[in-house]
């Protein structure tokens, strides 16, 4: 393991105002966000699409680099020869890709999952670093409800995180760490800021027992947050001051960044939220963002699937990467949306 490439690769992944685009949907929860839209769902629309927010002019002022579906690692840019990860490191965005195969049922565990994928993962990783890849991205999900989180989930996909992040180091790219505790359902922040500090709590543990190198991982958590459900909204106050909180008390001052998903949460929230957190004061870490739908809606809307389209969706994409960029420094303000 070379730490020192490890240790670069991780701090340029979350550079001072700058986050990562999360546009690594897999094939079903692409053809989801397309049928929304009613945009036509095949292979050439998902390049296209993909392809449109790439070349998206001077996305590297606001984005450091971008994390693709496996289909999309192998596409070349819409119009051209050129690899799409080719593409992204000649323009100053650095490849990323998804390498979990996704959450199944937890055996014996009603209403609970665990993230599959490490059969395999060294020799598929060997390809993605061949073909441009310099960080992974893997996602355990976590489900609040009546007496859930159980320990055994937790502890399952915990484990699971750090078999892969050790892996991941061993081929030479950065893991991105991604354990969500979903925001679906009733649960209230309180509720929210347990389950996330014991999760982050074992991540952090099982890191440590597979000997990975903290100060070469990103770690992509969610913020301490009411379930979607929930009848008292946290004020985004306090949601910023819970987040940080339960960051300090369960990650260490090693890791380099940490760069929040958006989790269903609205453009305007996330980017409030990202904002708000990077309000709280001196911190070990940098704190920014790796957004999926906060990044990319407004850009899917405004293309539906027209090519006439692409140069409106880029700009849209453009103007939500500054506002969220500004949220890494904690330079944003709601007024800024009007503009
Ligand atoms: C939680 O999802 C990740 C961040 O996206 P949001 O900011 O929208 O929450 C995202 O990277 C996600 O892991 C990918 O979209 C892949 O999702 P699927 O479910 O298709 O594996």
Same mark, same amino acid.
């Given at each position: 393991m070379n730490k020192q490439q490890l240790e670069t690769t991780a701090q340029a992944m979350v550079a001072k105002g700058k986050g990562i685009l999360a546009m690594d949907e897999s094939t079903g929860t692409c053809a989801k966000r397309f049928a929304k839209?009613?945009?036509?769902?095949?292979?050439?629309?998902?390049? @296209?699409?993909?392809?449109? +927010?790439? =070349? =998206?002019?001077? +996305?590297?002022?606001?984005?450091?680099?971008?994390? #693709?579906?496996?289909e999309t690692i192998r596409q070349q840019v819409t119009g051209s020869d050129t690899p799409i990860p080719e593409y992204m490191a000649a323009h100053g965005i650095i490849p990323g890709i998804k390498v979990d195969m996704g959450a199944k049922p937890l @055996?014996?565990?009603?209403?609970?999952?665990?993230?599959?994928? #490490?059969?395999?993962? %060294?020799? %598929?990783? @060997?390809?993605y670093r061949e073909m441009g890849a310099r960080f992974a991205k893997w996602r355990a999900v976590i489900t609040i409800g009546d007496e859930l989180p159980t320990p055994a989930c937790i502890q399952a996909n915990a484990h699971a995180l750090a078999r892969y992040a050790a892996l991941v180091q061993d081929a030479g790219l950065v893991p991105i760490v991604e354990p969500e505790v979903l925001m679906d359902g009733r649960h209230t922040i309180e509720q929210c800021y347990v389950v996330t500090a014991v999760t982050l709590h074992t991540v952090f543990a099982e890191l440590f027992q597979q000997?990975?190198? #903290?100060?070469?991982?990103?770690?992509? *958590?969610?913020?301490?947050?009411?379930?979607?459900?929930?009848?008292? %909204? @946290?004020? *985004?106050?306090?949601?910023?001051?819970?987040?940080? %909180?339960?960051?300090?008390?369960?990650? *260490?001052?090693?890791? *380099?960044?940490?760069a929040f998903l958006s989790g269903g949460q609205t453009d305007a929230e996330a980017t409030r939220h990202l904002s708000l957190i990077n309000q709280q004061g001196h911190l070990p870490w940098a704190l920014t963002f790796s957004y999926g739908r906060a990044l990319q809606q407004e850009a899917l809307a405004a293309w539906d699937g027209r090519e006439a389209n692409i140069p409106t969706a880029q700009a849209a994409l453009y103007r939500r990467a500054g506002l969220v960029g500004a949220a890494a420094t904690g330079n944003y303000s709601p007024e800024m949306e009007e503009r």
């Open positions: 839209q009613g945009i036509e769902f095949s292979f050439e629309s998902r390049r @296209a699409y993909r392809s449109l +927010l790439v =070349t =998206t002019p001077k +996305l590297s002022d606001h984005i450091a680099g971008a994390i #693709l579906f496996d @055996a014996g565990h009603p209403g609970e999952v665990v993230t599959e994928g #490490l059969d395999g993962l %060294r020799e %598929r990783l @060997a390809e000997g990975v190198h #903290l100060e070469g991982i990103v770690l992509k *958590p969610s913020m301490v947050i009411a379930g979607k459900e929930c009848p008292q %909204r @946290a004020a *985004p106050e306090q949601v910023a001051a819970e987040t940080v %909180r339960c960051l300090r008390n369960h990650v *260490p001052a090693a890791v *380099p960044g940490i």
